[in-house]
């Protein structure tokens, strides 16, 4: 309940969280995720990795297996966005990498072999490259607050660890929105069944900003008018919190980018 205070983590799991009780907190879940919230407030940049692997099941074809690793550096002030992917599906492995700042957004092309710019709407693009890459934190965090009476709660000796088992159809809301602006970009979603959907999250007890947040997912629903089964497994890890001043763009991508619009 949100008035119970973080467990330590058993003594398999975190041997030296038994050995040093000093670092034990009393917060309750519900005033950790209230400074959570307020911290996430005053990011100003971060790094992020990510690592995702997906299998994609629609009607009676064979699965879609998709291996993703995305290294990302934001700023919000000047707008900037740095991210490095890497992406393998089936037996086709694709890198690319893509930069906004306020002179425009840069994007290689693998396929081309070219960088491109896109000098016009790029404020509107990064709003929706934070909604498709899980970079807006403070949005993600906001969605789950609402289930707050359903985590559970343990603590090792530097962080609180936050535990959700969204697997009853009150999640569905929920699991929708991760549906419609994550990484998979499906429409017209019904008839979500879940098998399984979990979230975790290490929160640092100094900062009270998250180190790592990981979402398990196995569903069946129909989307477009076809029975689909998604199976994901993403892990996040956040660093270097207000540490990074801007985002430069390479040279070559200066040089050699084709002008195009949106």
Known sequence: ACSDTAEPVSETENKQANKDANNQSELTIK???????????DIKSFAMD?????????????PVPTQSAIHSKVVQEPIGLEQKVKMTIGDQTMETEQYLTEEGFYMYDPAQKMWMKYSEGHEDLMAQIQAD?????????SELESFIEDFTFKQNEDEFILTLDADDEKFNTLVQQELTSGSVEMNDIKDIEINGVEYEIFVDKKTYLPNQMNILMNINMSADGQKVTLKQDIDTAYSDYNSIDTISIPEEA?????????
């Open 50 to 62: 990510m690592e995702m692997e997906q299998e994609i099941i629609e009607g009676d074809n064979e």
């Open 133 to 141: 890459s899980g970079l807006d934190q403070t949005q993600t965090l």
């Open 31 to 41: 005033e950790v995720y209230e400074k959570m919230m307020d911290a996430s407030e």
């Open 254 to 262: 200066l040089k050699e980018a084709v002008e195009l619009e949106m």
